[in-house]
């Protein structure tokens, strides 16, 4: 099974993500991950997508379908995928089409995880992660992670001005994703302004996993 996972920043596709890959064995790919982890070890893509994660803006079409061809080939992909962040805009994700096709693997869905924008600002400005096992928490968490007692920190590109760029980026050039999917009957929509596992329920209903 190959599911992209779309909604704006903050509407909880890399929690959702996470659930499935525990449930089902799927291979997570999230770009917004691998991003991070080249800017952290100073890549060269590291060092190109900096300045545009830091404004909030997307990192050039190029660059990412470039990482995500490499990404889709690796040997663990093959039981399924869930994409995280990407396709983000429609020439991602006619790249997307051609990455599958020539890999004879087909996409089985388009999960969109809705959420209203201001309900995601206030979530993203108390979003902490862990540096050491990835869970997605809150300011209320506190320092230590509750799952591995790893330390917490707060994604720069989790401040407000940040997340406002973030979400209008996300308006303009990501959302008209939806009718893209929806035209090839892909499309499953979720409200994800609800708490996580009942969200998970009404995913894993709605896939018929
Ligand atoms: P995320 O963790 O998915 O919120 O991504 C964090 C940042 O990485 C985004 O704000 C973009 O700057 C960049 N990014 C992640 N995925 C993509 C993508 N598919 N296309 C362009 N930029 C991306």
Redesign the pocket.
């Known amino acids: 099974m190959n599911i992209v996972l779309l909604g704006a920043?903050?509407a909880g596709?890399?929690t959702q993500a996470a659930k499935l890959v525990e449930r089902f064995g799927l291979c997570h790919i999230?770009?917004?991950?691998?991003?991070?982890a080249a800017v952290r070890d100073q890549t060269e893509l590291g060092k190109k997508?900096k300045g545009?994660?830091d404004?909030?803006?997307?990192?050039?079409?190029d660059?990412?379908i470039d990482l995500?061809k490499e990404r889709i080939q690796q040997p663990d992909t093959e039981a399924g995928v869930i994409l995280?962040?990407?396709?983000?805009?429609t020439t991602?994700a006619v790249a997307l089409d051609t990455m599958l096709a020539s890999l004879d693997r087909p996409l089985n869905a388009a999960l969109l995880i809705d959420v209203d924008p201001e309900v995601i600002v206030k979530r993203l400005t108390s979003r902490r992660m862990c540096k050491a096992c990835g869970y997605i928490g809150t300011a209320e968490d506190g320092a230590v992670c509750p799952k591995c007692g790893g330390e917490m920190y707060q994604?720069d590109?989790d401040n407000e001005t940040?997340v406002r760029n973030?979400l209008d980026?996300y308006a303009t050039s990501t959302a008209p994703l939806t009718d893209y999917y929806r035209g090839k009957d892909l499309l499953v929509t979720i409200d994800g302004d609800r708490d996580s596992e009942v969200v998970f329920e009404d995913v894993k209903k709605k896939l018929n996993l």
Do not use: E, H, N, W
């Open positions: 920043p903050g596709k890399g999230s770009t917004g991950d691998i991003l991070r997508a545009y994660m404004a909030g803006d997307l990192v050039p079409d660059l990412i995500m995280d962040g990407f396709p983000r805009t991602q994604r590109d940040t973030r980026v």
